[in-house]
């Protein structure tokens, strides 16, 4: 099985960088996703790693170390918008490859 | 626009009742899933399918049953032995088991 530990909520101002961690442990690993999602909308989709390393894609990059069983998202330059639920997610290395969900992250971006 | 589709946004049933809810995708992916959310909680996986005419359970499959018919439509029947139905329902879809998932709008329901 999988368990995916999430801070449950983090504050920052605008403008501001914040860090969102994700641990897991797994029977099977085969990548980690994170997604975004609004308050009563769905989750969409912001990053994918399956190596080491850190992944950049504009204001939002996500570093994976399979070694450690340890990911985290990075915003840059947060804005009001960025509030919202984080959601680390891991793909198992069955041949279904389903995701498990941690509960999310959310977080609160002030003036 | 392509895209994923659910329908009603809001449902109300009375306790006992059967419900029926709709996904559809216009995206030609092969894979689909039904996810459950409550409030503070992850969402959790309750039936996938990768092809038409064949699916798999979740991790809380017990009280609910899915048809894939056809490729771009996958309902979810929530039924009156799930104990506790009212939640947040997310359909979501993916090209193939190991790319990212596309989620719909989502249906909340409420059972009364």
């Known amino acids: 099985g999988q368990n995916i530990d999430q801070p449950t909520e983090m504050t920052a101002t605008e403008g501001a960088i914040v860090q969102i961690n994700c641990t897991y442990q797994?029977?099977?690993?085969?990548?980690l996703f994170w997604y975004q999602q609004h308050a009563g909308e769905a989750p969409t989709f912001l990053s994918y790693n399956v190596l080491d390393g850190l992944e950049e894609k504009g204001r939002f990059s996500s570093f994976l170390s399979r070694s450690k069983g340890y990911s985290y998202l990075l915003l840059k330059e947060l804005q009001m918008k960025d509030s919202a639920s984080y959601l680390c997610?891991?793909?198992?290395?069955?041949?279904?490859?389903?995701?498990?969900f941690g509960k999310g992250t959310m977080l609160l971006v002030s003036p | 626009d392509g895209g994923i589709t659910q329908s009603p946004k809001y449902l109300f049933r009375k306790e006992g009742q059967n419900v029926t809810l709709s996904c559809e995708q216009n995206l030609n992916h092969d894979a689909m899933y039904w996810y459950r959310q409550d409030p503070g909680q992850g969402l959790r996986l309750i039936y996938y399918?990768?092809?038409?005419?064949?699916?798999q359970k979740g991790d809380i499959a017990e009280g609910y049953s899915v048809s894939r018919e056809k490729k771009e439509s996958f309902p979810l029947t929530v039924t009156s032995a799930q104990k506790n139905p009212t939640a947040f329902y997310l359909c979501?879809?993916?090209?193939?088991?190991?790319?990212?998932?596309?989620f719909g709008p989502g249906t909340r329901l409420t059972v009364l």
């Open positions: 797994t029977s099977g690993f085969n990548g």
């Open positions: 399918s990768q092809i038409v005419n064949d699916f």
């Open positions: 997610a891991v793909r198992d290395d069955s041949g279904y490859s389903t995701l498990t």
């Open positions: 979501a879809s993916s090209r193939g088991t190991y790319n990212e998932q596309f």
